[in-house]
């Protein structure tokens, strides 16, 4: 008997998830644990694994199909089953959705309470069409719309060069370019970010001499098509003399939305305060380098600041275990287990593996998961585990030049530490001015939880640990 596959909850805190690809098709056999189809929640892509034993009859969801948690994606069951009733069901079980900014003429889904992972099929009157399931399945409905909706004004109404450069970018965007043709992106960056430019562009700015950062792309999603090449041309190079910038509208990925859902009700509910110090960075980066000698010689790869700062952070938490906390409705829980979180941005978001038990781990221990633990965060890759139920947070922006900053407060965490860049400056010592390095940071606290005075002994602490960092080396 034939059944339907639903969309799986594949982390805590999905509601709904994006089709990035199927990897069984129709027709295909499938057994319980085996891996059907990727999808994209609000934090990695994810596989989604069959329930049933079978053949895959019918996929409802299309690839880059948005849908919730509990809408129907697939029918599984026997070879040459009728499934014309189930696909109607599959028809009237999917929830309704709410009204989107970004798709005014669309519902988004939201997960219904009542749906089951799986459906039996019943003989019944087969639809006319199958576009009668995907008119009621999220994600299917208004495909062409939703594309068209997200191109500017010029590329819709006007006719392109070439059918390439019409059909570019209209599969659906996501935000971290997992459906992204390959060769739509340069190698080259405008502001630290890839140039998307279509393949017959790419090829005409070669031919002309025409450095790609230069223009300014009127494609979808900004990207730079044959006309700007030419119109670049034609004015002789006076980027701001031909282009008339548009407003774009950008479809939310789940990722985005889990983002400003979180950090909304953190400001909104958590009374932050902030404590800045400056420290003398000159001793940690010295033994960073007297590390990274070492470990060079030894071919064990490099440490950086940051993995020090982590170590650090782990040993002030022992000792102030107060900011180690987290504010419950009618009491404070103090975590026995220190889990220290290190923001890591990636293309569309932000999102917080963990070092687990960082206290127990060496220096280097703790370079080495957070650089594997990164690779993965940006490869989508990570598990729910691995980014959920930290303790405390580190973020640092100190790569980008930023010199101090305060940050938002990872719920249900009681504090962050906000890191900024190190900086060459003269410093006093001894009653003279000398070339030094400083550091600044700032703590962000629950009041909740943390007091001023608690705050302060934290950092106090940490920054004697900084400027005496021999003691890092220990554990």
Not at 82 to 100: G, H, I, Y
Request: contains cysteine; hydrophobic residues 35%.
């Amino acid at each position: 008997m034939a059944k339907i596959a639903e969309m799986t909850q594949l982390s805590p805190t999905m509601s709904e998830g994006k089709i990035v690809r199927w990897l069984k098709q129709k027709g295909d056999s499938v057994s319980p644990g085996e891996i059907i189809a990727e999808v994209e929640t609000d934090k990695a892509i994810m596989e989604m694994e069959a329930f049933e034993t079978g053949i895959l009859l019918e996929i409802l969801a299309p690839e880059g199909s948005l849908l919730p948690v509990g809408a129907p994606v697939a029918i599984i069951g026997k070879s040459g089953e009728d499934v014309s009733a189930l696909v109607e069901t599959a028809k009237k079980s999917v929830p309704a959705k709410k009204e989107s900014p970004s798709a005014p003429n669309q519902t988004p889904n939201t997960p219904s309470s009542s749906a089951t992972r799986q459906t039996s099929s019943s003989k019944g009157e087969n639809p006319s069409s199958f576009a009668q399931v995907q008119s009621a399945t999220p994600g299917i409905n208004n495909l062409e719309t939703r594309t068209s909706d997200a191109l500017p004004q010029n590329v819709r109404n006007n006719d392109l060069s070439t059918t390439e450069e019409k059909s570019s970018g209209l599969k659906g965007s996501s935000a971290f370019g997992s459906e992204e043709p390959k060769h739509s992106s340069l190698r080259s960056m405008r502001g630290g970010r890839p140039i998307k430019a279509s393949p017959l562009a790419k090829n005409l700015a070669l031919q002309k001499g025409i450095n790609l950062g230069e223009v300014i792309g009127s494609g979808p999603g900004g990207r730079i098509i044959k006309r700007d090449i030419l119109s670049y041309q034609s004015v002789g190079g006076d980027r701001n003399s031909f282009v008339k910038r548009q407003d774009r509208k950008l479809e939310l990925t789940g990722m985005r939305k889990t983002i400003a859902s979180r950090l909304a009700h953190s400001t909104s509910t958590i009374p932050h305060f902030y404590l800045t110090t400056e420290l003398d960075a000159g001793p940690i980066d010295d033994l960073r380098n007297s590390i990274n000698r070492d470990l060079g010689l030894s071919g064990q790869g490099k440490v950086s600041v940051n993995d020090l700062i982590l170590k650090a952070c782990s040993y002030t938490l022992l000792q102030v275990p107060e900011v180690n906390s987290s504010w419950r409705e009618d009491h404070i829980l103090e975590h026995g287990r220190i889990d220290i979180g290190v923001a890591v941005s990636i293309e569309g978001g932000l999102i917080t593996p963990y070092v687990r038990n960082a206290e127990e781990k060496s220096v280097l221990e703790i370079s080495r998961e957070i650089k594997e633990l990164a690779s993965r965060a940006r490869d989508r890759k990570l598990k729910p585990g691995e980014y959920t139920d930290g303790t405390f947070t580190v973020s640092n922006l100190g790569m980008f030049g930023v010199s101090s900053f305060t940050a938002v407060i990872n719920e249900p965490e009681a504090a962050i530490l906000a890191v900024g860049a190190l900086v060459a400056k003269p410093v006093l010592k001894a009653g003279s001015i000398v070339p030094g390095k400083i550091l600044n940071v700032t703590l962000s606290c629950d009041h909740r939880v943390i007091d001023g005075a608690t705050g302060a002994r934290f950092l106090s602490l940490f920054r004697d640990l900084m400027e005496h960092p021999l003691r890092l080396l220990t554990g």
